[in-house]
């Protein structure tokens, strides 16, 4: 149906869809159990902030699920390498998920204010910490991690979780944080109505204020100081994959080269930097959906742009950069892409509308008289 090389590129393509699905669709759960200990006044309105993403939350970690999915069956190399070189962030991010759920199922099992504030904050590092960490690891994947394999494709890491945590990663973490933190608000503001309502918008119109500053500030630091890794030589884009069938440098700027080749591309960062101005300058306006879209455009922008810089990257490698997994030669075989792709081209459309009708079933804000109507009900 499709040569290796255009198969290739499409599942390239994919996995930039399951990450901004995932970012887009779990972000706003994210951003809502960040907001939760500050937002809300009274036990109330906190319960009001949970039930607006209780019945959704875990129907959203599907798209995590099919990320990590896709990499394993579309990438093996890359699963491998990242899922072994980042074990302990990931381990990390899994106990800080783990909170989720916990948190949602007990903190309503019993009254007191001690109690259900811990929970709270649970749900609170529940949110936080998975946003700090995957924004962390994207900047270590621009910046490179230290990672060789040998001829046998034995790989071997030289860093460790704190290495993890460069001052460039960092601020790719709280780009993370602040673009989540204003979608939840967002989402806030949709889901809710009165008092909340109005904090929601007024925390996102200056959460998205921050997300663009970061945001432009990461770009300045690729622009002025990042460095790259392009492709000398290499197998053919439509060959076997082999990850040292290649050789590759290292070269200042070269996550900008891809721009100049197309420029076209121009506009993916454009709508990372435009989105979060629009959703401040709109932050008012009574279309939340509107506001709501825009917030995800702007998700996309920031993951579009990450994936336009290192194409074809997946995981460069900044010690052996003739090491680093590209999407020429780490991917799995020809038949392998073929199949899935079918399987995706089956089940995803059934995936996206049965979400469709999730959401359609539970429109409309949750509001504090519901909650007291329902309380025995209710998260």
Request: charged share 10%; hydrophobic share 55%.
């Amino acid at each position: 149906m499709f040569d290796f090389e255009t198969l290739k590129v499409i599942w390239w393509l994919l996995l930039g869809v399951l990450l901004i699905g995932f970012a887009v669709m779990d972000g706003f759960d994210l951003g809502v159990g960040m907001l939760l200990p500050f937002i809300a006044r009274t036990d109330t309105e906190r319960r009001v902030v949970i039930n607006t993403v209780g019945p959704v939350w875990e129907g959203n970690q599907v798209w995590l699920i099919l990320g990590g999915g896709a990499i394993f069956a579309a990438w093996p190399a890359l699963y491998a390498a990242s899922f072994s070189g980042f074990y302990l962030a990931m381990l990390l991010v899994l106990a800080a998920l783990i909170l989720r759920p916990v948190g949602f199922k007990f903190r309503s099992k019993m009254p007191g204010v001690r109690w259900r504030a811990n929970w709270d904050w649970a749900l609170f590092v529940g949110g936080a910490v998975p946003s700090l960490v995957f924004g962390v690891a994207m900047g270590n994947l621009i910046e490179g991690v230290p990672f060789s394999f040998d001829s046998e494709l034995r790989a071997t890491y030289t860093f460790g979780l704190f290495d993890l945590l460069n001052p460039f990663a960092l601020l790719c973490g709280l780009v993370s944080v602040a673009m989540l933190t204003t979608h939840g608000a967002v989402y806030l503001a949709m889901k809710t109505d009165g008092d909340l309502a109005r904090r929601a918008r007024t925390i996102s119109r200056y959460a998205a204020l921050v997300w663009v500053a970061l945001f432009a500030l990461a770009g300045i630091w690729i622009w002025k100081s990042g460095y790259g890794i392009a492709i000398v030589t290499g197998a053919l884009p439509g060959g076997e994959p082999d990850p040292l069938a290649k050789t590759a440098v290292s070269r200042t700027g070269a996550w900008l080269a891809n721009y100049g080749k197309w420029p076209l591309t121009m506009l993916v960062p454009a709508i990372g930097l435009a989105a979060p101005v629009l959703v401040a300058a709109l932050a008012s306006i009574r279309q939340r959906l509107v506001v709501f879209t825009v917030s995800g455009l702007g998700i996309t922008g920031v993951i579009g742009s990450m994936g336009v810089s290192l194409f074809p990257f997946l995981l460069p490698s900044s010690s052996h950069p003739g090491s680093s997994l590209t999407v020429w030669d780490a991917s799995s075989s020809h038949r392998t892409l073929g199949i899935m792709l079918i399987a995706v081209v089956i089940f995803l459309p059934i995936i996206l509308a049965y979400t469709s009708w999730v959401y359609w079933v539970m429109r409309g804000p949750v509001t504090s008289a519901y909650i007291e109507a329902n309380r025995d009900t209710s998260y």
